[in-house]
């Protein structure tokens, strides 16, 4: 049975600091009802490696992971199983002599459990009346026992009639959570909870197996017309599929679902309708940052299928997919009547019958292994779809850059993928209409020849090789650029500065001495900087004494810049600066005696540092609720004086000594806060993982 809360179980354990510890090696597999071998084997060496796997065939992929799981502790959990053969498939290729590793499989399928299991399947039950009502009130007023006194019948039996299904009753929670404004008359709210009542009543008549279908459908009835679409869409995906909210956000805009309102960019509306449906229920986080923001999103597999499923009525998407046989259908049905294909088949083979397809205006790839595009194909996306409007094609390998697509002058949203990328073209200035440009090379730096000047529209462009732009380029545009990454330094000149000032977030990496002692007043040009990146290449840099940092900066990042720990003192000028993360000897020294104020800071990650003491008052850090220490095997003791307003601590690869030091503080903070609640929903979390020796 679907939305019984087997997924959702089961993270709470795979997560838990209770097997943190013990297993330092913890995978999590979705499996789902279309088994892929490969997607499986990928999924558990990604665990292991950054190595691009994609050129190995399967029976590479298999004694790779037979290696990397032989001698270690470990923890898979394969979710969402489907069939006894997928799993018997699964158990082929992992270790069978390793007494240590550990696997949890979740399946709706009893079989499946019983079929290779050595120990009997746990079956979930149905809540219990009492449990359902405690679970609707913690969706809807977010804790037991805040309901008032003249919706506690009402609200009784609504828990009572969805059967004891925690999917049911979260959806239904979202319906009524959207409806309950707490201002209006009790009367009226009360009204408003009866019609929801009776409907779940009315779903009761139905098959017990559709009824969960027939709330989601009530849940998207009630969805402004703005959000419809953009819930429908969420079918693309594959099921099960980490989206990132960055990118979804992206596509929305370019896909014109988002709505203009005055004052607002179209990225900040198009976030307040992703937190609309996550409040309503029907997307899940899968992963948020240390503010709260949306990072990785999917859905239900319930409504997954309920988004494909109106998609089709709507005519709003075509998924491309192998047969039963394993071939791509020689005739695509209804073309003229989709304005979108969704990729699941050979591209080679699709792309070499050589059709136009005019009426398609978005081009959709989302393979979990990187599929390679024949040389004699680099050219056939543009040539066939030539009024494309979304180019998602991240997981198709390119062996250059697709000269044609300068073509496709109705283009708002492009990714490629394109193995030792060295130039983009100068062609690529002619997509005047372009917004997103996303560009994944293994090369470590690429000369932008094209004109960012003349793309007008453009607001987001984001590669992770350093980009080296041509500082004769003359233009009016520039003005819209939001994101910026990778710059290389040479390219953060006056010139970029002024062009683009109005930059919310920028990446810099490679010798960042240039930066700071060549383009001192780069960063202070950009008043409007809110996100900053920067990573040191082999050379020496030192900060100027005062702040050359942006006045509205509220994150940064430093990797690698081997920064003087007296130098946080010229970071701590900074009074917008909320997140501070400090990778890979972002700062060297074993001493931090720390003698500014960080009035803002409300998350400080410190990675991979050679830090011994710390040394703190009470007051240098006035806002600090998140702490997240790693890879500092020398570091003695965390500051208990931190304890005030910390809310989340999370350590790993620490000596025992700060180990100690953190439970210290979990003591402390116990002692004074009791059972009150925080931002994370607890008093003080701790989170260790695993404790060095020495």
């Not at 529209?457 to 980009?467: E, P, S, Y």
Request: with cysteine; glycine share 4%.
């Amino acid at each position: 049975m679907p939305g019984l809360g087997k997924t959702t179980l089961t993270w709470k354990i795979f997560d838990s600091d209770t097997l943190k510890g013990p297993y330092r090696i913890r995978i999590w597999v979705n499996v789902s009802q279309k088994f892929n071998k490969r997607d499986v084997l990928l999924s558990i060496l990604k665990e292991f490696t950054d190595q691009n796997m994609s050129g190995k065939d399967n029976f590479d992929l298999e004694q790779d992971v037979r290696r990397c799981l032989k001698d270690i502790k470990f923890l898979i959990v394969l979710d969402d199983v489907w069939k006894v053969k997928d799993l018997l498939t699964i158990k082929s290729f992992l270790p069978t002599n390793n007494g240590e590793g550990k696997v949890i499989i979740t399946s709706r399928f009893e079989d499946v459990g019983t079929g290779v299991g050595r120990r009997e399947p746990y079956n979930l039950r149905f809540l219990t009346p009492k449990e359902s009502w405690e679970l609707l009130q913690l969706e809807v007023f977010e804790d037991v026992g805040e309901c008032p006194e003249e919706l506690e019948d009402v609200g009784k039996e609504i828990a009572k009639n969805c059967d004891g299904l925690p999917l049911t009753i979260v959806v239904i929670g979202g319906i009524l959570l959207a409806k309950d404004a707490r201002k209006r008359p009790i009367g009226v709210r009360k009204d408003e909870w009866t019609e929801v009542s009776e409907d779940v009543i009315r779903f009761l008549a139905t098959d017990k197996d559709k009824r969960i279908v027939e709330v989601v459908a009530l849940s998207y009835d009630i969805l402004p017309d703005e959000l419809k679409e953009c819930l429908v869409y969420m079918g693309v995906f594959p099921e099960d599929y980490d989206i990132p909210a960055w990118i979804l956000i992206r596509l929305w805009i370019a896909e014109g679902f988002i709505l203009q309102k005055e004052g607002q960019t179209l990225e900040k509306t198009a976030e307040e309708y992703l937190n609309d449906l996550v409040n309503r229920k029907l997307v899940m986080v899968g992963r948020a940052n240390q503010m709260g923001e949306n990072k990785i999103c999917g859905v239900h597999d319930v409504i997954h299928a309920f988004c494909t499923s109106k998609a089709k009525e709507m005519n709003i998407f075509q998924e491309i997919k192998p047969s039963e046989r394993g071939l791509v259908p020689h005739v695509i049905p209804a073309t003229e009547k989709y304005h979108r294909f969704c990729f699941n088949s050979d591209l080679s083979e699709f792309l070499s019958r050589e059709t136009e397809y005019p009426s398609v205006r978005s081009f959709l790839c989302f393979y979990k292994d990187p599929v390679k595009l024949d040389k004699d194909h680099i050219n056939a996306i543009p040539d066939a779809f030539q009024l494309l409007r979304v180019l998602n094609s991240y997981s198709i390998k390119f062996h250059q850059f697709p000269q044609t697509i300068s073509k496709l002058s109705h283009l708002r949203y492009v990714t490629l993928y394109v193995d030792n990328l060295k130039v983009i073209p100068e062609s690529i200035s002619k997509l005047w209409n372009l917004q997103t440009l996303l560009v994944d090379t293994d090369s470590p730096t690429v000369t932008m020849s094209a004109n960012l000047w003349a793309m007008l529209c453009l607001r987001h462009f984001k590669t992770k090789a350093a980009v080296v732009l041509d500082q004769e380029k003359e233009g009016k545009g520039g003005q819209n650029i939001q994101t910026l990454s990778t710059l290389s330094p040479e390219s953060c000149t006056e010139t970029v500065a002024n062009k683009a000032r109005n930059m919310k977030e920028l990446r810099v990496r490679g010798k960042l001495s240039t930066l700071f002692d060549g383009n001192k007043n780069f960063l202070e040009k950009l008043r409007y900087l809110e996100k900053l990146k920067l990573v040191n290449e082999k050379s020496v840099i030192s900060l100027p004494k005062t702040n050359c940092f942006p006045k509205n900066l509220k994150r940064l990042s430093l990797r690698k810049t081997s920064l003087d720990w007296s130098d946080m003192s010229i970071l701590a000028q900074m009074e917008k600066l909320q997140v501070l993360k400090l990778k890979q000897n972002a700062f060297t020294g074993i001493t931090w005696i720390v003698s500014r104020t960080f009035s803002s800071l409300q998350f400080l990650l410190i990675s991979e540092a050679d830090l011994v003491n710390w040394e703190t008052s009470d007051d240098h850090f006035p806002s600090l609720t998140c702490l997240s220490i790693k890879k500092c095997g020398k570091l003695q003791k965390i500051p208990i004086k931190l304890a005030k307003k910390l809310q989340k601590l999370e350590i790993n690869s620490l000596q025992k000594s700060a180990t100690d030091s953190a439970r210290e503080i979990q003591k402390e903070k116990e002692n004074h806060q009791g059972e009150q609640k925080t931002r994370w929903g607890v008093a003080f979390q701790l989170s260790v993982g695993s404790v060095l020796n020495y």
